[in-house]
């Protein structure tokens, strides 16, 4: 059977759309200004950039100027703030879970690499903001001292910057200076630590490790192999 | 009830009131994660109609609940929540842990923040296992824990003697030992 599409009504009136009507998709130039915006009212306190022309921009400032930045970015439209967190750069010293324990244990790297826009630290502070009229978003990050981890709140800046202060605080033990309440979010209020250190242990993992993959178990229908070579898995 | 509070029962008044206590359990619903929402559908939902067997799936508070679901992953922070919740419960009091979660931690086993099964907090009547479970798996639970409050001893239960014994003889849907 065919169809007439003639025969169906269009959605809307297509006749009244002109070129004028479609808005630029946000490309290169879109983020390169963004940059430019954000170096001219922060100046120095840029450290480092990245634009991925079509995709993501990311911006490194000083840790001097994080509250400032947000600012800035705010006032040049990202109104939206998405989220605010940390990362801990640190590889983990207890490996990532292999699937075979009883496999030797793979070599693994123990210096301290950043991702984009690089780093000297350990930790970074980084936070996602949105401008919803331009729809481009922007990631910024700062270094966290190593020897006192403290950085500016941006409470005064968004207020929804709260809690996500105040579990990144427990997750990560960075405090936000200015922030006016840094009770725990999720965590009891007793709990010792901070859980997404990569240097945190997981107690269950060291009273009993990982078993590796267990529920291998042969489709219906196919011959069970994993007991004729003797050894189980 | 004097005869009850002296710990002496006709067996055929126990008999009477066990029959009639099996038949109208009202249940709290303790949901705290994706078994709340497989527990709902099995309580909720005319196809696994629950009020047929006598559940009354709506109390107000826990001080009207005969029996409390604990459905999901119960946390360490979620902990004396549920302690309080079952202090507040009037006697005699049943608990069923639905799903991996609350029996044992489940695929959480090695978080620093899930407790590893909510029997370390309460007691518990029927062990759910599943994740989650079918709602037959539950509405069996149920049946097996209707099927026991019917044996019961009520003076027992109420001299505090019965509680000790489910705690050593919990129900294991499907079978199965409890460690």
């Known amino acids: ?233 | 009830m004097g005869l009850v509070d002296k710990g002496r029962m006709p067996k055929p008044l126990t008999s009477l009131f066990n029959l009639g206590r099996s038949y109208s359990l009202w249940v709290y619903q303790w949901g705290l994660a994706c078994c709340a929402i497989e527990m709902g559908a099995a309580f909720g939902s005319p196809r696994y109609d629950v009020m047929r067997l006598g559940v009354i799936p709506l109390p107000a508070s826990p001080r009207q609940a005969d029996l409390v679901v604990i459905s999901g992953t119960v946390t360490d922070k979620m902990a004396p929540a549920i302690l309080r919740l079952y202090e507040q419960m009037p006697e005699p009091k049943y608990v069923i842990s639905m799903g991996s979660c609350a029996n044992c931690g489940g695929p959480y086993w090695d978080s620093y923040s899930v407790t590893k099964g909510v029997d370390q907090i309460i007691p518990v009547d029927v062990y759910v296992p599943g994740c989650p479970p079918r709602p037959e798996a539950l509405l069996e639970g149920v049946v097996l824990l209707q099927q026991r409050i019917k044996n019961e001893d009520m003076g027992a239960r109420w001299r505090g003697e019965g509680h000790k014994a489910i705690v050593r003889d919990p129900i294991v849907v499907g079978g199965g030992p409890v460690e």
């Open chain 1, 1 to 233: 059977m065919t169809r007439s599409w003639s025969a169906v009504a269009p959605l809307s009136d297509t006749t009244a759309t002109t070129e004028t009507d479609v808005p630029a998709l946000p490309g290169d130039g879109l983020r390169e200004g963004i940059v430019a915006q954000l170096r001219s009212d922060i100046g120095a306190g840029l450290v480092d950039t990245l634009v991925k022309p079509g995709v993501d921009v990311w911006a490194r400032v000083a840790t001097e100027s994080w509250r400032d930045a947000g600012l800035a970015l705010r006032e040049s439209g990202f109104h939206y703030f998405c989220f605010l967190s940390a990362i801990d750069w640190l590889p983990s010293p207890f490996g990532r879970g292999e699937d075979d324990p009883s496999a030797p244990p793979p070599e693994r790297r123990t210096e301290i690499v950043q991702g984009y826009t690089g780093g000297s630290t350990r930790f970074q502070v980084f936070a996602r903001l949105t401008d919803i009229q331009r729809h481009v978003g922007i990631t910024i990050k700062a270094d966290v001292p190593d020897d006192e981890q403290v950085v500016d709140s941006w409470t005064s800046v968004f207020a929804g910057a709260d809690w996500h202060e105040r579990e990144t605080h427990e997750m990560f033990g960075i405090s936000f200076r200015g922030h006016p309440d840094l009770r725990n979010m999720y965590l009891p209020t007793d709990f010792e630590g901070h859980p997404l250190r990569k240097d945190f242990p997981l107690l269950a993992r060291i009273v009993k490790p990982w078993p590796g993959i267990v529920d291998v178990e042969p489709l219906p229908g196919e011959p069970e192999e994993a007991d004729t070579e003797g050894n189980g898995e």
